[in-house]
């Protein structure tokens, strides 16, 4: 087979003291799918047999994967192999001791993330007061020369922030900042009208993403991700189903997307059962959606298929109840008015209810309780 | 403002790690979320790029490696590829 996958991201724990609304991690995090933990020995097994497939970039993430036991040591295994490794974390109560422990192991780059601005927001975001904690991770960083970027998902209650993000990651010395607009999975779905910002937030903020990227050049990379709902076309989810990229969740699923575990009608496999090799050539999971045989119209004739891939299964799942649909994002998706009705919810409605459902084990354990 | 006169020193910024990709038998310039591929000659002018060598001192080292002359804009033009990416700097 051609397709080696380049990408593995290892969610370490669901475990994470911060409880943002729009995790992306699945609603039933805290059920018994997830609960057996994989050893650090199965981790390391999983890293290797990654590498000789063709992984080249890892990602440490969870939940928080700095509560994951041996992180030191799965990291100096993955530096052995040779892998480009990143730590995505919340860098609560991290601190300058285990990020130079870190350093030393072979870490490559720091990822952390910041819900706001300033603390007020930052703070009430997470649900967990950890903005002071992440401003000390930031400045670590810098002092034992890890690379950083500073991830940042914007939605209603911080797209106003933007430029204050920017302004923050500037004066931290990042390489990077990821502008991630709220995608609608897991509990960013379950949140959506909370959490979708309006057109005009939008247009505004990306205003000011073009004056700063025009001001700072190549001195700080400002990453803007697409809010697909507002877009004609739908995004190359993942570059496209199983070509380059796999999650391998904690307890060890492995699937082609962080978010493709919601889907009920695939068959996910398991580390502990099957080779990393065979669960990307062979299983259904990864099989199902590769390449274009299995497109409907309108993918299937359109010119745009080699580039957008159909989009994405997640959402097609969630939004259109068919995994095997076109993107209802996609403008000739005859699912597209889902997704205009709730735009068109948010743009109606002046101020809206406050409600959000924070990500914490209670609320996820209630919800797989509702179904 | 050029950045490619004779005493600019190209240098490869910390957050990028050449590594050997065994799967695809190539290299590859690995950093934050992305990677560049690299023919020999790429790797060549790379690991000359430490910081102690000037553009027109890696010119003239690759020139007399290949035993050819004339590489100074094609170096140059690979170098400033690299650098719009923020994986290469200019530094006195």
Same mark, same amino acid.
Request: aromatic share 10%.
């Given at each position: 087979m051609d397709l080696k996958p380049l990408w593995l991201l290892a969610e370490l724990t669901y475990k994470c003291p911060l409880q943002c609304p729009y995790c992306s991690n699945p609603l039933d995090f805290a059920g018994a799918r997830f609960k057996r933990e994989l050893s650090t020995e199965q981790w390391c097994r999983v890293f290797r047999e990654a590498k000789a497939l063709g992984v080249l970039q890892l990602g440490l993430s969870g939940g928080e994967p700095t509560l994951r036991p041996h992180l030191e040591e799965l990291v100096r295994t993955a530096h052995g192999l040779g892998l480009y490794t !990143? *730590? @995505?974390? !919340? %860098?609560? /109560? +991290?601190?300058?001791? /285990? *990020? %130079? %422990? *870190? &350093?030393?192991?072979? +870490?490559d780059h720091v990822q952390i993330s910041v819900q706001g601005a300033d603390a007020e927001l930052s703070d009430e975001i997470a649900g967990t007061a950890s903005y002071r904690d992440k401003i000390a991770a930031y400045h670590y960083t810098r002092e034992l020369g890890f690379p950083l970027t500073v991830n940042a998902v914007l939605h209603r209650r911080n797209l106003h922030q933007v430029e204050g993000l920017i302004r923050l990651a500037e004066s931290l010395g990042a390489e990077r900042i990821d502008l991630a607009n709220t995608q609608f999975y897991g509990w960013a779905l379950h949140n959506r009208d909370a959490l979708m910002p309006t057109k005009a937030q939008l247009d505004a903020a990306w205003q000011v993403v073009l004056r700063e990227r025009a001001r700072l050049g190549t001195r +700080?990379? @400002? =990453?803007? =991700? +697409?809010?697909?709902?507002?877009?004609?076309?739908? &995004?190359?989810?993942?570059?496209?189903?199983? /070509? %380059?990229y796999m999650t391998v969740t904690p307890a060890g699923e492995v699937w082609p997307c962080h978010a493709a575990g919601r889907i009920t009608t695939l068959t996910f496999e398991n580390v502990r059962d099957r080779p990393l090799g065979w669960i990307w050539e062979h299983s259904d999971a990864f099989t199902r959606f590769r390449g274009d045989a299995w497109m409907p119209e309108p993918c299937r004739s359109c010119p745009r298929k080699a580039q957008d891939f159909g989009g994405c299964r997640c959402q097609a799942f969630l939004v259109a109840g068919d995994a095997g649909a076109t993107d209802p994002v996609c403008s000739l998706s005859p699912h597209r008015h889902l997704i205009d009705e709730a735009i068109a919810r948010v743009e109606a409605v002046e101020e809206r209810p406050a409600e959000l459902t924070y990500r914490a084990a209670p609320a996820s354990r209630a919800l797989a309780a509702k179904g | 403002m050029s950045s490619t006169g004779a005493v600019t020193v190209p240098r490869l910024h910390p957050k990028a790690r050449l590594q050997h990709d065994d799967v695809r038998g190539r290299d590859v310039l690995l950093y934050p979320e992305g990677l560049v591929a690299l023919n020999a000659t790429g790797v060549a002018i790379l690991e000359l790029c430490d910081g102690t060598r000037s553009l027109a001192e890696i010119v003239a080292t690759l020139e007399r490696l290949y035993a050819t002359g004339g590489l100074e804009r094609d170096v140059a033009t690979f170098l400033e590829g690299l650098a719009a990416k923020g994986l290469v700097t200019y530094g006195p």
């Open positions: !990143s *730590l @995505i974390t !919340s %860098a609560y /109560r +991290l601190t300058k001791e /285990r *990020l %130079a %422990a *870190l &350093k030393e192991a072979g +870490l +700080l990379e @400002i =990453v803007w =991700v +697409l809010p697909d709902y507002h877009g004609q076309f739908p &995004k190359p989810c993942m570059g496209g189903w199983g /070509r %380059a | -």
